[in-house]
């Protein structure tokens, strides 16, 4: 059983991605307490799910963070190592399936260090930047947060115990691209970069923001799919790049796709200033075209240079499939906007 995530995220949800996503390197470093569930579990980027008669040596398995009912003074939290550097817009906090054993409340303090041992990190002088906020059985709380500093460390405090299924911090990395080295090369739509999907006409086997994530997918379910096309047109996604730039050369890979990969892809690319995510979808039908029609291959990585058009400064991109199927990753190297 699964419980979805909110259908239409808040604008500043939607405009940034989750710092706190283990493929990019996050991770729980420490718990006051995980008797009845790893902390770890609460970083997992798919939704949680909830099995029927699942217990193991400490009692109900449950998909998420959990402690043990606490009978002393205070109240358990936990450190968490964002995946990058970044400012933070918000959090979810996610109850998902925790009904008589949700955590009541939640603060969440964070810290910019060079460390992730807990002893160290215990001494730094933290910053509260979502006070504490009440919890509600099994369900999405999403909460907005005003901070322009960027953050590394999070310290989460639940009260006085109990359980959170899922963390997601909703931010922007910083810090990640060299005004000192202005030739190197970046995968600018990589998530780990800043790049975000921002919209698509269906994403019904795989989302989007797979074709972002680093390294190649280990299989189908860690690409972008769509369902089979019966009608006339084809798919297409919206991703921002996470800066504008020059773009070089794009890679495709069909990695794990082969009864199922594209017949052929496109790149169309502009450098977009104002507007918001829902007005780009119409937009990008008439953006000029950076990569034409290429044919592809069964679980193979294509790249492409020469191809690739010199449109100048872009910010974002509508990669086109034909007519439906699946890719595990897009790259799109290139250098920094002067």
Known sequence: MLIAPPAELPDWARRTINLADPRLGARALHASDDFFAEVGRMLDPGPAVFIPGKYDDNGKWMDGWETRRKRTAGHDWCLVKLGRRGTIRGFDVDTSHFTGNYAPAVSIDAVAADTDDPQALAGLAWTCILPSVSLSASAHHLFEIDSAEAWTHLRVNIYPDGGVARLRVYGQP?????????D???DLAALENGGRPVAWNDAHYGAVS?????GRGANMGEGWETRRRREPGNDWCIVALGTAGL???VEVDTAHFKGNYPDRCSIQAALVEGGTDQSLVTQSMFWPVLLPEQPLTADAMHMFAA????????????INIFPD???????LWGKVRP
């Open 174 to 182: 910083v810090g990640v691209f060299d005004p000192a080295d202005p």
């Open 184 to 186: 190197r090369l970046y």
């Open 210 to 214: 797979n074709l972002l994530l680093p």
């Open 247 to 249: 773009i070089d050369h």
């Open 307 to 318: 191809q690739v058009a010199a449109l100048g400064p872009v910010s974002h991109v509508r």
């Open 325 to 331: 199927g699946g890719l595990s990753r897009v790259r």
